[in-house]
């Protein structure tokens, strides 16, 4: 018995006590009695290794979630090292997105999937979310004008990053150029020329990128009582880029800024010769007329425009890159290539070798590639997370209930690769969405207006950007991503000029994308064979 108070055993067990006692607690709220994934009946301590066990094999954990429970109109818990959350019934997504903020917040599961508090150098910016606006608004309703600007930033880029040599193969890192062209394509939007060309600009909007994911995820593993400690640390890398980028664009912040104030010279001249119609024009101008005076602040605007460069870089990066890998690993006799290198070639020419948002609509087939590639791997294992803020908590169609602090969320990938809303769902299909929305249009023409009118909304109802109860790689509802429309656009002008620029050697298997916890990561390091094709 002597051996039960060996020091090394006590201080296992005061140690094994203590994790105990802080799971349970930080499992706080009380969580409703439903099933907790990955838990064995009679073993020591099974909730804590459950969560272990989650974190470690997410994939299979999201689909038994959506098989066993989900699917059936059942509730349950998916425990992991950083929480435990319910995962509610797909049939309860339409309850959910119409809750309203006051019941069921997103604000407050952004706040702590990003742990904003630690990860921003002025949370404030995240709090009082004006770029959302700006998003919703000027750069959805510019994209027509801001297209013939995208099509130059990812020519040059191209030729820049993948080369013009008709005469060789070049290896290349997907993920690794992918990201480059889309910092520097965004950011002609956000920043505009020459801006968007500075290498420490784009390193700064990269690296911040970045080190939000990683800070954001350290800092939500460790319990909540070391974060005032852990967070000044971790996110040194944060305020490096923080500052970085600040540092590059406050002489322009303030140039435009003066400009606007200027109230001696015609309005022409006060400006430049014209107004620049960019991100960071748009800001400047919302923040003047906010009312706000911190919202003038040169920092200020510059962090807002580095939170858009966070909110567009990987999400973008991830998608580009899959639609890469599923196309190359794609069965060569289907010639998916071709057809969608054809689809570009015929819009091209249509439209007289220039492109207008016009014409990218017409890329119906990149758009169905695009989409399918997002359907199958999209980073979201639970998608649609929401953060219960009624004190009283609130209810679910299917009875259960959902405490005040509960995380809620649905099955995602479950969902997206389930054969019985996707036939053959585990086979990547570009043009799956393409053909069912060529097939919907192809009525007999003879139907009333009304007839007409519903067949364009089930077409679209398909397209890249359109969110369903059953595709949510951008959420659904009011919350769905407000940058989604400018991501398509760049996105398809990006796969349609990779396609029709270069020629490709397909792969004989897709290289694997991986699960960082509940995060589905394309393959980072994985490179392809590219061509640059002879005019
Ligand atoms: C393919 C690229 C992109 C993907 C897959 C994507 C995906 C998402 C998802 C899943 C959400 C969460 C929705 C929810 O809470 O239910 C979201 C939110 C958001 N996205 Fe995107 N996004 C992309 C590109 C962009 C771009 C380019 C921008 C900015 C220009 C942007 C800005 C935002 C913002 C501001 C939110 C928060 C919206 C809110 O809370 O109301 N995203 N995005």
Redesign the pocket.
């Known amino acids: 018995m002597e051996y039960l108070f060996h020091p090394y055993i006590l201080v296992g067990v005061l140690l094994a006590t203590a994790i105990a006692i802080y799971n349970r607690l930080r499992t706080n709220p009380a969580l409703p009695d439903l099933p907790w994934l990955n838990t064995r009946e009679g073993e020591w301590f099974t909730r804590l290794r459950a969560r272990f066990r989650s974190t470690l094999n997410y994939k299979q954990t999201v689909h038994q979630a959506y098989e066993q429970y989900s699917a059936k109109d059942q509730s349950c818990i998916i425990p992991d090292i950083s929480g435990a959350e319910i995962v509610l019934p797909v049939s309860s997504i339409q309850w959910l ?1 119409n809750q309203p903020d006051s019941v069921l917040s ?2 407050e ?2 706040k702590l999937l990003l742990q904003t508090e630690y990860t921003f150098v002025h949370p404030f910016v995240v709090g009082n ?1 004006l ?2 606006e700006t ?1 919703r608004n000027e ?1 959805t309703r510019q994209l027509s004008a801001v297209t013939a600007d995208i099509v130059d930033e990812l020519s040059v880029a191209l030729d820049e990053i993948w080369g013009i040599n008709t005469a060789e193969w070049k290896e290349v890192c997907v993920f690794d150029t992918a990201m480059d062209m889309i910092a520097r394509i ?1 950011n002609r ?2 920043v505009g020329l020459p801006l968007c060309r500075d290498a420490a600009l784009l390193g700064h909007g990269k690296g911040f990128a970045t080190a939000m994911a990683v800070s954001a995820a350290v800092l939500k593993q460790s319990p909540a009582l070391l974060r005032p400690l852990l967070g000044p640390i971790v996110t040194i890398p944060n305020r490096t880029h923080t500052k970085g980028y600040a540092r590059i664009v406050r002489p322009e912040i303030e140039r435009r800024q003066r400009l606007l104030n200027d109230t001696s010279v015609d309005k022409e001249k006060r400006i430049g010769e014209t107004e620049p119609n960019d ?1 960071l024009q748009w800001t400047i101008r919302r923040a003047r007329e906010s009312g706000i005076p911190v919202e003038n602040d040169a920092d200020i605007i510059a962090e807002r425009i580095l ?2 460069n966070f ?3 990987h ?2 990066t ?3 890159t899959n639609a890469i890998f599923d196309l190359l690993a794609s069965d060569p006799s289907l010639t998916y290539v071709d057809q969608l290198r054809d689809e570009v070639s015929i819009v091209l020419t249509e439209d007289s070798g220039t492109w207008t948002k016009q014409g990218v609509a017409k890329l119906i087939k990149i758009d169905s590639a ?1 989409r399918e590639s ?1 359907r199958i791997g ?3 294992g639970l ?4 953060i219960v803020v009624t004190p009283e908590g609130t209810t679910a169609p299917n009875g259960t209930f959902c405490p005040y602090g509960s995380k809620i969320s649905v099955p995602t990938n479950g969902l997206h690769n389930d054969p019985l809303q996707y036939p053959d769902a585990l086979i990547y299909q570009p043009l799956r969405f393409s053909t069912q929305r060529k097939s919907q249009s192809q009525g007999d023409g003879c139907g009333d207006q009304g007839a007409i009118a519903e067949d364009y909304v089930k077409q679209a109802n398909l397209s890249f950007v359109s969110t369903s109860p059953t595709y ?13 429309f ?3 656009n ?2 398809k002008l990006l796969l349609a000029h990779m396609l029709l620029k270069y020629e490709f050697e397909m792969l004989p298997s897709r290289p694997e994308s991986k699960w960082l916890g509940p995060t589905l990561v394309p393959p980072m390091k994985a490179t392809i064979k590219i061509r640059r094709r002879a005019r």
């Open positions: 997105i997103s604000e599961s952004h979310p770029h959302h998003i750069l965004s939007v956000f991100f939170a858009v909110a567009a870089i999400t973008s991830f998608s580009i695009l997002s999209s980073f979201l998608g649609l997370g929401r949510h790689a951008f959420g659904h509802g009011r919350h769905a991503c407000p940058g989604r400018f991501a398509a760049e996105l």
